[in-house]
């Protein structure tokens, strides 16, 4: 089971993969990997990225707009590029030893500005493990690009994000 998931920013995507993590944990599968989940400051304005390992809860900073100076700048956002590789590189390591379904949030700029990052979203995506991933809705990385054709791609839109958690659990469980 190969599955990508794109969108436009703010649609959902995300949210849609929590939700199959969520169900397949209480069915008794072993989710591991990575959600960069956003982080919102006191005024509500995001402030960076978070970096988490689904099987330990580890966590640190991916990104974040006024920290991590010297890194790789995207966008508005300096990337992080220590827990990038000690918490992300690791958690995906670690996911392809004992998950059964490896979770990828995201496949975006961010991740892939820190080489060890990317190297290691390449080794999950090509390997032959159950793979979910986030991919950003203008990735253009032709490595990446290449592998993900023989995924099966969902496009989040307001219209299915309801229902497409149930979708994807079902091609997992099947």
Request: some cysteine.
């Amino acid at each position: 089971m190969k599955i990508y998931i794109t969108g436009r920013p703010g649609i959902g995507k995300s949210t849609v993969v929590l939700r199959v993590i969520n169900t397949l944990r209480k069915q008794g599968v072993k989710v591991g990997g990575i959600l960069c989940p956003e982080v919102r400051g006191s005024l509500g304005s995001r402030i960076g990225f978070k970096i988490v390992d689904l099987l330990t809860n580890e966590e640190g900073w991916l990104a974040h707009k006024s920290m991590f100076k010297g890194g790789p700048k995207i966008g508005k956002y300096n990337v992080n590029i220590y827990d990038a590789i000690n918490i992300g590189v690791k958690a995906l390591s670690k996911a392809l030893e004992e998950a059964t379904v490896i979770v990828i949030d995201e496949v975006g700029p961010m991740e892939l500005s820190v080489p060890k990052l990317k190297e290691e979203i390449v080794k999950v995506l090509t390997s032959g493990r159950n793979v979910l991933a986030v991919v950003h809705y203008r990735l253009r990385d032709k490595i990446i690009l290449e592998t993900l054709r023989y995924y099966r791609k969902y496009e989040v839109t307001i219209y299915n994000r309801d229902r497409l958690p149930k979708i994807i659990i079902n091609e997992i469980l099947e």
